[in-house]
């Protein structure tokens, strides 16, 4: 129950397509939703995060999109960019617990000029 | 600047050595954890700590060892027990309950 399911687990998209990325979960105190962008050789870097009271949130060319009652949960990248190339992790919390992390196991994305 | 500094960024350890990993935060951040990533893998949580003095094992814990003297610090220990200790080693801090983790630049360690 403390899973989090990503997917796909690579990506490959062209210059200006849209990048989707999903994300699953079970548990339902689950109450803050990141996600990181990894480049390589680089530590993980918080690219959005979501709360469960909202559906939708928008930063420049990163969405996150949430589905409280399928419990799922998808960053998107539009206009998708050769720089956008990263490995995208999704998370969760549980607020009441210990606040640890509990990680997707990745999304390698790769923008093609 | 406010950050995590990981150091070294590549480390060599002899079979049967001990090597420690060194994390460093001066974020305010009352927790730190350590993962372990391998090549085309996602993030393995080694130990964590919530304060100081006190820490918890996380998935794979075996082979490792930490401390947790000050609020700054969270030093990890390689031990020649971890059988495959090849890996890319992440330290994170968090703090506030609204901003996630900030991780660290990582330390790469080989074994030769």
């Known amino acids: 129950q403390q899973q989090v399911k990503q997917s796909p687990q690579s990506l490959i998209v062209q210059k200006g397509g849209i990048s989707i990325i999903n994300c699953a979960y079970e548990n339902t105190a689950f109450d803050y939703f990141p996600w990181y962008q990894q480049f390589p050789g680089k530590g993980p870097a918080l690219l959005i995060a979501i709360r469960p009271d909202v559906s939708e949130k928008k930063e420049g060319r990163f969405t996150i999109s949430f589905n409280k009652s399928a419990k799922q949960f998808s960053l998107h990248i539009m206009d998708s960019q050769p720089g956008d190339s990263a490995t995208y992790f999704c998370?969760?919390?549980?607020?009441?617990?210990?606040?640890?992390?509990?990680f997707g196991k990745g999304t390698k994305l790769t923008v093609n000029p | 600047d406010g950050g995590i500094t990981q150091s070294p960024k590549y480390l060599f350890r002899k079979e049967g050595q001990n090597v420690t990993l060194s994390c460093e935060q001066n974020l305010n951040h009352d927790a730190m954890y350590w993962y372990r990533q391998d090549p085309g893998q996602g993030l393995r949580l080694i130990y964590y700590s919530q304060i100081v003095n006190d820490f918890q094992k996380g998935d794979i814990a075996e082979g490792y060892s930490v401390s947790r003297e000050k609020k700054e610090s969270f030093p990890l220990t390689v031990t020649s027990a971890q059988k495959n200790p090849t890996a890319f080693y992440l330290c994170?801090?968090?703090?506030?309950?609204?901003?996630?983790?900030?991780f660290g630049s990582g330390t790469r360690l080989t074994v030769v």
């Open positions: 994170a801090s968090s703090g506030a309950a609204n901003y996630g983790y900030t």
């Open positions: 998370a969760a919390r549980n607020q009441g617990g210990s606040e640890k992390l509990v």
